[in-house]
């Protein structure tokens, strides 16, 4: 015996029901995303500030050691024209450095182009250290304590007007992809 149609079970999704599923998988991807995306961003501030902390450390281990600072400008950043300063301060150039005393270690970065680079210490084909960059590809900005008074006043890239008592160097990044607008949060300072 023939059963009727509108009896017989179903086999199969409606079109509805798929598009429910598919709904739900894509808000479920999106939200996994955003976390994932923030998760990783914040490691890379926790990145940037090892690093900025690294490198304020080791201008004040250099001052201790010799009683002067790597160089003599009062703001240096670490980009490409950098190399002399942080040479010094990872004991490559013996005439800044003559103990020799690796007082910054970072970890190596990768290249990004002729001037470049991320995450890290780049290094030229040579083997001097080319620039010390942020995971976003910034280099860090250090603030120097040249008229020796322990008391350092700047301006970050955000605007903020800072001054610090008791310190001979700052560090700081604008922690952003270069180009973006800065704002106070994202700012990675040593202090």
């Known amino acids: 015996m023939k059963v009727p149609t509108l009896l017989r079970p179903?086999?199969?999704f409606t079109l509805i029901e798929l598009l429910v599923v598919?709904?739900?998988?894509?808000?479920?991807?999106?939200?996994?995303?955003?976390v994932g995306t923030r998760a990783l961003n914040r490691a890379r501030g926790v990145s940037a500030q090892s690093t900025a902390v690294s490198l304020d450390q080791a201008v004040n281990l250099?001052?201790?050691?010799y009683g002067t600072f790597p160089t003599s400008e009062r703001e240096v950043t670490t980009g490409s024209g950098s190399s002399r300063f942080l040479n010094a301060l990872t004991g490559q150039d013996q005439e800044a450095n003559p103990r020799g005393i690796r007082f910054l270690s970072a970890p190596e970065g990768t290249r990004d182009g002729e001037e470049g680079g991320r995450n890290g210490l780049v290094y030229a084909p040579?083997?001097?250290?080319r620039g010390l960059f942020d995971p976003w590809g910034n280099p860090y900005t250090v603030v120097l304590d040249t008229e020796f008074q322990e008391r350092l006043t700047f301006t970050t890239p955000d605007g903020r007007s800072v001054t610090l008592n008791g310190?001979?160097?700052?560090?700081?990044?604008?922690g952003v992809q270069p180009g973006e607008d800065i704002r106070t949060s994202d700012l990675i300072t040593s202090w």
């Open 10 to 12: 179903r086999r199969g």
């Open 22 to 34: 598919i709904t739900i998988i894509a808000v479920l991807a999106a939200a996994g995303f955003a």
């Open 62 to 65: 250099f001052f201790s050691e």
């Open 126 to 129: 040579g083997g001097d250290v």
């Open 167 to 174: 310190r001979r160097a700052a560090v700081y990044s604008p």
